[in-house]
């Protein structure tokens, strides 16, 4: 199967993954592509939703451009977190968050769903995707979902009735991967999600609605884009999807060039005769109105009031008997207004269609008319004002700067004075303080170090014919916040393995491997609420949990923790030490000891705090087919001399028992490794207590010798060096369940040696090299 995948290279790519054409150049910047879909989204909004909450907000989001016909934003480096798109509408609250960074840029702008290539989309909806996708779907939006409840891919893998997780991030519209039952699916997500449901809340409940709604269908139905109802998320309900109406491509190209031919100019007079007319009976389609009734008889349409179109002096008036579209200006008046026109032709809703908008567009030319004039010496005052504003990454403005334009523009007719900015997606906020005064307030939010946009105000002025100017002043880059030094360990979110019972839900009666999380900053420790997603994935540091705060302390964290237990109020101080780099496990990993403070008996734990969330995913995710390097990772094992380390290496296999002197129908090993270095048994039982594997359906088993030894170690001798390797016997195991392997260091030697924590999914298939 083809998995759409990262575009890097020296070439521009303008597709992902549905063919088309591409381009380079000697010395090009790399280049990645994000592709957005149900159908393909065009000049649908593509953000970092920085705070993971679903929502476009511009202010805070860094915005990454609008989507080309096939959905996809290219850019030269995809950016960290969550990527999003949020669909516009015409007139809605969306498209008018665009127009503020750029009213002149993105005026008129709205998100088409290539599925419909003539109408705009009817809903502003948002869909994300994990950081790492090349695709955004409705699809990959419920993907997240479903971990954030506590879920897998897998289990929506099995909604979907697919086969793999590597289908939910494959381009489903079109080309080798096309699926059509999953395109239908995703269709319906899109309309439920716009008809105001919250499928998010309920993402399995609504996935399986709707595959039960499409498997329902029949082909033509499946692949009809009109045919689709919103699903209430209840399969004991059956919903009845209806024909959507549509806007005809044929017919709305015939009457768009009937607009685009023609030939107007400010100050045209009228004439008792239209400019044109056009029959636009067919322009709205519904397969829901039967063959003998025409659309206009039953729905209606109309043109929707246009501030733009009024001014025009431009009619365009519809026959509602003939259903023809007749435009022109009256006799008695001129054309009034220059620029580009917009004319909405509304279909009316009824119990057999909805409503609907086609857009229409007309250039009037400017004519002997002038647009508004300035001063190069008055623009250079007012970039001279703005160079002197101080931006600096994370510190408010107070109470701000203001620029007063309102003497900048000049002309014989009446002006209206507008403003925008891209800077609103930097954290400032602009303010209308009056006619051509803006107030300009806000906390930067990135710097020119994280972010090359250049950031400028548009000042424009248009005059009553339509004409405009537009001035662009640029803003200061934004500079860095002089940072006092900082711990080592501050801002930055770290991954650690750890061993427990807890699930986030429940106690279970057996102990299992789980990635938590914990960040220190600004005297707050912070960390994951723990689910059991948290088994095979890491998940962000986020929530402060038991009241818990840190200080610095002879350069080493104090953290304290307030709970509650039995009833009594409790604190437990640690000292989170330093002790060494460890890159050799994975690059900017530190190795960390955990100290109890205030307590009758000294107490300390080893852990390997991981920056790279995916390196330490993978020994959360070893699969017993997987080859002896997928299976060994590094460590640091002690070595002879007191306080002294070894790079060595652990390697974990499970396999179907083989072996005469074994018990149980399955087996397990743990061995340790040191290049060029004996590492026996006998360090093993040295610094571990006991060693255990654990699941669901075995609870936990403790690795023993028949000798009664706590541990089943043996060591054996290749090329002249000794390795040791822990025997787990166990019983038959479940396919596809993942299991924990916990090895646990005796108390005294909990500072020098971390426990061994690992987890391992039994396939049904095992690799004895």
């Known amino acids: 199967m083809k998995k759409i995948t990262l575009l890097a290279a020296s070439v521009a790519v303008a597709l992902t993954g549905c063919g088309g054409g591409s381009s380079s150049s000697d010395g090009a910047a790399p280049q990645v592509s994000i592709a957005s879909f149900d159908g ?50 015409p007139g809605g609250p969306a498209q ?72 939910l991030y494959t381009d489903f519209v079109d080309g080798e ?5 999953l395109h239908k699916t995703a269709q319906l997500l899109t309309e439920t999600k716009g008809s105001g449901s919250d499928i998010n809340s309920k993402p399995q409940e609504f996935v399986q609605d709707a595959k039960q709604s499409v498997d329902s269908m029949t082909p033509e139905q499946k692949a009809d884009p009109s045919y689709k109802a919103p699903v209430d998320g209840d399969k004991s309900t059956s919903e009845t999807p209806t024909y959507k109406t ?61 501030d733009k179109l009024n001014a025009s002096k431009v009619q365009a008036v519809i026959n509602h008997q003939t259903g023809i579209l007749n435009v022109g200006v009256s006799p008695s008046e001129t054309v009034d207004l220059a620029g580009p026109i917009t004319v909405d032709l509304v279909s009316g809703g009824s119990n057999l269609t909805n409503s609907l908008k086609a ?70 906020i602009f303010d209308n303080m009056g006619t051509g005064i803006i107030g300009v307030q806000g ?64 106690e279970q009666e057996y102990s299992s491997i789980w990635c938590d999380s914990i960040k220190f900053e600004d005297g707050i420790v912070l960390g994951n609420v723990r689910s059991i997603a948290n088994k095979t994935t890491c ?36 000292q989170v030490e330093v002790a060494n780099d460890a890159d050799s496990i994975s690059t900017g990993a530190k190795t960390i000891v955990h100290r ?71 087996d397990a090993n743990l061995s340790f490794d040191v290049n060029n270095t004996d590492f026996t048994c006998e360090t093993v039982n040295e610094f571990f207590s006991n060693f255990y594997f654990t699941g669901e359906d075995i609870g936990s088993i403790k690795s023993k010798d028949y000798t009664g030894s706590s541990i089943e170690c043996y060591t054996s001798e290749e090329d002249g060096i000794k390795h040791a390797s822990v025997d787990f016997d166990l019983p038959s195991l479940t396919v596809n369940n993942v299991y924990s392997v916990i090895g646990k260091v005796k108390d005294n030697n909990g500072e020098f040696m971390e426990a061994m924590k690992f987890n391992i999914k039994w396939t049904g298939t095992s690799n004895n090299d």
């Open 539 to 574: 998940t962000e540091a986020d929530t402060q949990t038991e009241e818990a705060t840190y200080e610095i302390v002879d350069g080493s964290i104090v953290a304290t923790f307030h709970f509650e237990e039995d009833g009594e109020k409790l604190t437990e101080k640690f």
């Open 359 to 428: 857009t229409f567009s007309f250039t009037v030319d400017k004519g002997e008319a002038k647009a508004p004039t300035y001063s190069d010496n008055s623009v250079a005052g007012l970039q001279t004002q703005v160079d002197l504003w101080e931006l600096t990454k994370g510190k408010s403005l107070g109470e701000g700067y203001t620029l007063d334009f309102s003497t900048l523009f000049s002309s014989d007719d009446q002006l209206t004075l507008s403003f925008s900015s891209n800077a609103l997606t930097n954290g400032l």
């Open 96 to 167: 008018a968050k665009l127009i503020s960074l750029d009213a002149d840029k993105y005026a008129g702008v709205y998100t088409v769903d290539m599925d419909h290539p003539a109408q705009p989309m009817a809903h502003e909806v948002v869909f994300r995707a994990r950081n790492g996708s090349d695709v955004i779907s409705p699809i990959t939006d419920l993907s997240l979902s479903y971990v954030e409840k506590g879920l897998t891919e897998e289990d929506l893998v099995a909604d979907l009735g697919l086969e793999s997780t590597d289908e």
């Open 443 to 506: 906390t930067p939010l990135r710097s020119k170090q994280d972010d090359d946009t250049n950031y400028t105000i548009k000042l424009k002025a248009t005059a009553a014919s339509g004409l405009s100017t537009i001035v662009e002043l640029d803003l200061p880059d934004v500079q860095e916040a002089l940072k006092p030094d900082t711990h080592p360990l501050e801002g930055k979110t770290w991954y650690i393995l750890e061993h427990g019972s807890s699930n986030g839900e429940a």
């Open 246 to 306: 549509t806007v005809n491509a044929e017919v709305y190209k015939e009457v768009q060039n009937k607009f685009d031919s023609l030939n107007l100019t400010l100050g045209d007079k009228g004439s008792s005769d239209y400019f044109f007319s056009i029959d636009i009976n067919n322009l709205f389609e519904d397969k829901d109105i039967s063959s003998d009734e025409s659309f206009i008889e039953v729905a209606g349409i109309k043109v929707y009031d246009n």
């Open 40 to 89: 393909y989204f065009k000049n649908a909004v593509m953000f970092v939703d920085s705070n993971d909450n679903g929502v476009w907000d511009e202010a805070t989001d860094e915005f990454i451009g609008l989507t080309k016909s096939k959905g996809e934003v290219t850019m030269t480096e995809k950016p960290s977190g969550i990527i999003a798109v949020q669909t516009l509408t």
């Open 177 to 181: 991967d096309k699926n059509t039952d």
């Open 596 to 666: 109890l403070l205030d307590s009758d008996e000294e107490s300390a734990e080893r852990y390997t705090y991981f920056i790279n969330k995916a390196d330490i995913e993978k020994r959360l995710n070893v699969t017993s087919e997987m080859g002896p390097e997928a299976r060994t990772f590094n460590a640091y094992l002690p070595a002879e001399e007191d306080n002294a380390y070894n790079l060595g290496q652990i390697g974990l296999s499970l396999r179907e028992n083989t072996h005469s002197n074994d018990q149980g129908e399955m």
